[in-house]
RNA sequence: GCGAAAGUGGCGGAACUGGCAGACGCGCCGGACUUAGGAUCCGGUGGCCGAAAGGCCGUGGGGGUUCGACUCCCCCCUUUCGCACCA
């Protein structure tokens, strides 16, 4: 044995690969991760976001389990009853595709894809809840779906509208506003068109206002979310406007309503502009000898939908020969048709600006219509404005001219005067607009959830019972991937008979948005065998709402925008007292290979399953939560993988050296016996580590520098065996010569506290090896149950401390002193030091600060 | 165009409230042990000058505040993300 090192010729073996089999196994066995709810315990609900089961989960997908899992573990053995599960969103679009392309039914598919990756979950050893697990597309699931939707029915939060609505040709169905991304399909990158179709909406905006409220302090939300929400409610005060039709020509409607956020410059308006899709164009459209005005309306209306939202569409438009009565002037104006009016928002009417809105002042330009300046920025502009042609709209602040008794008004106070006067003469509102729709939920594919109404010829549009629910999904149907709704082609389900009348009736062949399964699946899980409701109010009121929520941040709209809703109407519906689901929120960053997103189309998939087999799940785990913060994307490499593996092993090779020395009974308290200074020393370290890991990983959620904290604890306990001539390996600390029996206790007490507080530490990281390595260690009761390592203040507090002496701002010295030195007493010091004296030759010291006892700062001119 | 976040060694990343920049790991270099070692243990590793002690420079660029700035303020550059004719 050479001296000065902890040498470890025969390398103890860690098999990863069996010390994970056996404590999966036992886990199981001793069901170590099923929970109920306990009063007396502090609840702790943690969550990551259910899983689509595509097929294989790949190194990217589990990220975002691993995460939550190392939340999970920690919490528990801090003393909270931990509710961690996990489930299926498994209805969708892929099945159904899967099923056209390999000729099987999508149930087959989804099931046998649910069973294989719950085994990948298992074999990384994610402690969950399994017997709470659910898939959306049983019915014992999405029966409470259809329970939902009825409930929302009889409070008007669900209706039926025709409309112009999202449609994606390759999907073959209805896509909600959410679900078009850059004018194409969230799901296959197909460019959306337009159809008109009826179909069923959940009223969201109901809840606009509210949504919009909370979104602006959800302290556990990252800001970038909470703003994303906030522009896609995207609410705008501003007042709706009558203008009266004077044309002979008009139609019986006499008046049409525009929005707008800009009352003040009404005076400016110079033309009305409207949607295409307006209600009123439709109808002149349809009077005789209309041809050429219809001709222009429907070539407008069939313009890729996205380039007349996004406004890479030319202003087009074309005047309807009608002239309105602008209310403030009472001068009529021309009425137009734009391409760019959108008909889904406001009133689907504008009046036009064109001195003051920069779309108005093209469309006014290019066809020739007035423009009138009446908001100036300063007394030079409002004299020059009569005289100098504008090159582009104004729209800063500044006073307004030419309108009227409000001349001279700043704008703010412009808009509240007018507003208030066009409501006092009765032909203008102030209201709010949202960006925001309601949410088209009819989705004209097989693999959903059936939305339970009939339709009677007699009674017209019936609810199910809810007795009468769940409406079954068909196991038939046929995939062709053509036509309508697969459920439309099985007569068997189509025809039905009415709950009201008993007369014959059709049911709705639409399925439910996938989304709805998602929008409370985190409320199921409370208590997800209840075949009585969706849920137990109790049961959601011990674990609600969930406490730490991880997944993708593509979510960020979408799905978390649905579930705030949902938490809501169930709120409403007395069932709950939550309305904000989640508390806090980690948008888990995703994993690349090569630069690019690890996705199965780009052939760039790393499998769990293959890391496993080479280094061990807890190797895995380790790896990714250490790389990289949590939020941030990683870029997946093999030698940070092996590096995770090298330290897993040390730590293996270390405790494996010790446990006979500090395992078992009998091992003094480290504060009941003497310590020596490298023992003290390493009990500070021990419980600096402690303090460090605890924060870092709550609340913080800094689980890389969690890991890097264990590892200098690993690095500092083999400098410290290194040291301690006892500690060699091949002799047992019986043996040492009995020259320091109290040291060599000091010895073992502090390292038996060090190697303990590890392995429990590292144990939600590297949870099959530390419980191995904690049995090793003479535990019987798993690691599970071993209680969160507590650090004390008093240990952990230095008796010495180093403190850097700057001059002018750089470092020229460091003193060694007992902490707690009197500043003057460091001042002394400082100037005394014979490296900073040099930098003090010949100058004069101005001043010596002493920075919160950490610090000496010398400055000199 | 608007909004947000970010920019630190060869690489991933630390630095929590303005107080020792580069923790920890990867990679690389050296040593020990060895028949051998791609294992293991120990050490080194921002750049420049220097044998060393030490010095100078250094957190995208430029300015500012401060005894002291990766951190705060102003301007600019770059990247990523989100929104994008919403009246």
Redesign the pocket.
């Known amino acids: 044995m ?1 001296s000065g ?4 010729g025969i ?1 103890p073996d860690y098999k990863p690969q069996i010390v994970e089999g056996k404590w999966q196994q036992r886990w199981r066995d001793s069901r170590a991760f099923e929970v109920s709810e306990d009063p007396d315990k502090p609840k702790f609900y943690c969550l990551e976001m259910f899983a689509y089961p595509s097929g294989h989960a790949h190194v990217g997908h589990v990220r975002n389990y691993m995460i939550g899992d190392v939340v999970a573990r920690m919490k528990r053995m801090r003393g909270f009853n931990v509710l961690h599960p996990f489930g299926w969103d498994a209805f969708g679009l892929p099945a159904e595709n899967a099923a056209i392309k390999n000729n099987t039914h999508p149930e087959t598919w989804t099931l046998e894809n649910i069973a294989h990756m719950k085994g990948q979950l298992q074999r990384i050893g994610i402690s969950y809840a399994w017997e709470r697990e659910i898939a959306t597309c049983l019915p014992e699931y999405y029966h409470w779906n259809q329970w939902l939707f009825l409930k929302m029915l009889e409070r008007d939060l669900a209706y039926r509208k025709r409309s112009n609505v999202n449609w994606c040709p390759s999907c073959n169905t209805v896509l909600a506003n959410e679900q078009v ?2 004018g194409a399909c969230w799901r296959c990158g197909t460019t959306v068109t337009t159809r008109e179709l009826e179909q069923w909406v959940l009223r969201i905006t109901h809840y606009a206002d509210e949504l919009l409220e909370s979104a602006k302090d959800l302290p556990g939300w990252p ?2 979310v909470l ?2 929400q906030r ?2 409610i ?1 609410r ?1 005060e ?1 007042a709706r406007v009558k203008f009266q039709l004077v044309s002979e020509l008009a139609s019986p409607e006499q008046e049409l309503e525009v ?4 009352i003040d410059t009404i005076f400016g308006a110079t033309f009305v502009l409207l ?1 295409p899709e307006h209600p009123l164009v439709q109808a002149w459209s349809e009077l005789p000898g209309a041809e050429a005005f219809r001709r222009d309306m429907e070539r407008f209306r069939a313009q890729d939908r996205t380039g ?8 087009e438009g074309f005047d309807t020969g009608r002239t309105a009565l602008n209310p403030f002037t009472k001068q009529p104006v021309p009425v137009w048709v734009a ?4 008909g889904e ?2 009133t ?1 009417a ?2 036009g ?1 064109p001195a003051h ?1 920069q ?1 108005d002042f093209e469309f006014a330009t290019k066809y020739q219509l007035p423009i009138v300046r009446v908001v100036a920025a300063d007394e030079a502009a409002s004299a020059a404005a009569d005289v100098t042609p504008m090159t582009e709209a104004y729209d800063g602040p500044g006073k307004l001219v030419g309108s009227g008794e409000f001349t001279g008004l700043a704008v703010d106070a412009a808009i509240d005067r007018m507003s208030a006067f066009a409501e006092q003469q009765g032909f203008g509102q102030r209201t709010v ?1 949202y ?1 925001l729709k309601d949410w088209g939920i009819s989705r004209q594919r097989y693999w959903g959830t059936p939305i339970p109404v009939v339709y009677c010829d007699k009674c017209g549009m019936v609810p199910v019972p809810s007795d009468s629910l769940p409406v079954l999904l068909p196991k038939v149907a046929e995939f062709s991937g053509r036509g309508d709704s697969p459920l439309a082609q099985i007569p068997e389900f189509v025809n039905t008979t009415c709950p009201d009348c008993e007369g014959p009736a059709r049911r709705e062949t639409d399925t439910m948005d996938t989304f709805v399964d998602s929008s409370w699946y985190f409320f199921r899980f409370c208590d997800p065998q209840n075949t009585e409701l969706p849920f137990d109010p109790d049961k959601v009121g011990y674990w609600g709402p969930v406490d730490f929520y991880s997944g993708g ?1 593509e979510h960020a ?1 979408l799905h978390l925008i649905y579930s705030r809703f949902f938490a809501r109407v169930f709120r409403d519906l007395g069932m709950t007292t939550i309305s904000e689901p989640f508390t806090r929120l980690l948008t888990q960053g995703m994993v690349l290979k090569d630069g690019q997103v690890m996705s199965k189309s780009k052939g760039n998939v790393v499998d769990p399953d293959d890391m496993i087999r080479q280094f061990g799940a807890d190797a895995l785990r380790l790896y990714v939560m ?4 949590p939020e ?4 997946w ?1 093999d ?2 993988l ?3 593996w ?2 897993l ?2 730590v293996w ?1 270390l405790v494996d050296h010790l446990c006979e020395t500090v395992g078992g009974k009998g091992i003094p308290a480290p504060d009941e016996v003497e310590l020596n200074d490298a023992e003290r020393a390493l009990r500070r370290k021990t419980h600096d580590t402690i303090r ?1 890991v605890t ?1 870092d990983l709550d609340p913080r959620v ?1 689980l ?2 969690a ?2 904290g264990l ?2 604890l690993v ?1 500092e306990l ?2 410290f065996c ?1 040291r301690t001539e006892c500690l060699k390996i091949g002799q047992h600390p019986d043996a040492i010569p009995a020259d320091g029996a109290v040291e060599r206790a000091g010895t073992i007490a502090v390292l038996k506290e060090a190697v303990e507080a590890l392995v429990r530490m590292l144990s939600p990281f590297a949870p099959h090896m530390t419980e191995e390595l904690w049995e090793m260690l003479g535990h019987v009761d798993g690691i599970v149950v071993s209680g969160w390592p507590a650090f004390d203040e008093e240990v952990a507090r230095l008796e010495e401390v ?1 403190i ?1 002496v ?1 001059v ?5 010295a ?1 003193l060694t002193v007992a902490a707690g030195t009197a500043e003057d007493r460091l001042r002394e010091l400082a100037v005394a030091d014979p ?1 900073v004296a040099k ?1 003090l030759e010949g100058k004069t010291v101005k ?1 010596v ?1 002493v ?2 006892g ?2 000496v ?1 010398i ?1 000199v001119s």
């Not at 929005?259 to 800009?262: G, K």
């Not at 250490?626 to 913060?629: E, G, H, L």
């Not at 941030?632 to 870029?635: A, D, L, T």
């Open positions: 050479r090192t902890l040498y470890l390398v991304i850059d800001e970038k703003t994303m522009n896609w995207g705008s501003g929005f707008t956020t800009r949607a007349r939202m996004t406004g890479e569409i030319e202003k391409n760019f009016v959108l928002y406001g689907g504008v009046m600006v809105d779309r607009q960006r941040v709209i250490f790389v990289a913060p941030k994307e990683i870029e490499t030698s940070g092996e590096g995770s090298r330290f092993a040390r090779r460090r924060t800094h890389n520098t890991v890097s590892m200098e690095n083999y400098a290194g180093v850097p700057q002018n701002g750089k470092v020229r460091r490296q930098h001043k600060v920075a919160g950490r610090l700062s400055v």
